[in-house]
């Protein structure tokens, strides 16, 4: 594993901006996977079928992803990109080569669980206190 060595003294990344929309409606347990993913901004990403899986997106903000791939077998899986490289250039802040095309961040494991709108809520919070999470002034 290769370690960098960075020295930033004021540099915050401000997440404010990227949580959900506090009037919109979330999902709860008794609503149906599909409407919840209606509900949390997501849309078909199906450009040609694919066995036993279907592929939805939803952009919270011009650098944030959340994919959801829903299973035949009544799972979904969950994962999200953050497009690093663009929200840094646009700050004035280089990282790497500035290869937009080639720098996302992601999570290290996607999240698996059943095709439910509670499930659905959980992992998008969790997801959204990860991205929080990130602060370069007190790395921890």
Do not use: C, K
Not at 3 to 21: A, E, N, P
Not at 43 to 56: H, L, M, Y
Not at 79 to 95: C, M
Request: charged content about 25%; glycine content about 8%; overall charge negative.
């Amino acid at each position: 594993m290769r370690r960098w060595r960075m020295t930033i003294t004021r540099i915050v990344l401000d997440w404010s901006g990227f949580h959900r929309d506090p009037g919109r409606r979330y999902a709860g347990p008794s609503m149906d996977f599909f409407e919840a993913l209606q509900r949390h901004g997501f849309e078909s990403n199906q450009i040609r079928a694919s066995r036993g899986v279907q592929t939805f997106a939803a952009r919270p903000n011009r650098y944030l992803t959340y994919w959801v791939h829903v299973y035949d077998d009544g799972t979904a899986l969950f994962t999200w990109e953050f497009a690093v490289t663009d929200y840094l250039l646009e700050r004035g802040i280089q990282l790497g080569s500035s290869e937009s095309l080639n720098l996302f961040m992601f999570p290290v494991s996607d999240e698996r669980g059943s095709q439910d709108g509670a499930w659905l809520a959980s992992v998008i919070d969790r997801a959204e206190a990860t991205l929080q999470s990130v602060t370069f002034l007190e790395p921890g």
